[in-house]
Nanobody, 121 residues
Framework: QVQLVESGGGLVQAGGSRSLSCVASGSIFRAEVMGWYRQAPGKQRELVATITRSGATNYANSVKGRFTISRDNAYNTVDLQMYDLKPEDTAVYSC???????????????WGQGTQVTVSS
């Protein structure tokens, strides 16, 4: 089985910074695209940032220049560095991975359970 576990959420003041980490564990052959999504109360889940295995990144317009995504292929981790946080960044942040399990030749989507980030004004 493959599991994604996030850490690093919490309460932060507006203008502050926070780092999120995600580890994919289990029977993993290869992790392809990994990333972060978020869902605020009453809103749909939205993409925050993704990163390919080769390091190509994609960011939501709302976080460009403030958030940085990175990964370590050797350890199947993906991190999100968040700077200049705003109250509108408050959401549950979930880790995402397109992962090929060891017992399969097909890529599958996996999600973490999410971690709450609350930005106070």
């Amino acid at each position: 089985q493959v599991q994604l576990v996030e850490s690093g959420g919490g309460l932060v003041q507006a203008g502050g910074s926070r780092s999120l980490s995600c580890v994919a564990s289990g029977s993993i052959f290869r992790a392809e695209v990994m990333g972060w999504y978020r869902q605020a109360p009453g809103k749909q889940r939205e993409l925050v940032a993704t990163i390919t295995r080769s390091g190509a990144t994609n960011y939501a317009n709302s976080v460009k220049g403030r958030f940085t995504i990175s990964r370590d292929n050797a350890y199947n981790t993906v991190d999100l560095q968040m700077y200049d946080l705003k109250p509108e960044d408050t959401a549950v942040y979930s880790c995402y991975g397109q992962i090929v399990p060891s017992d399969s030749e097909y890529v599958r989507d996996y999600w973490g359970q999410g971690t709450q980030v609350t930005v106070s004004s």
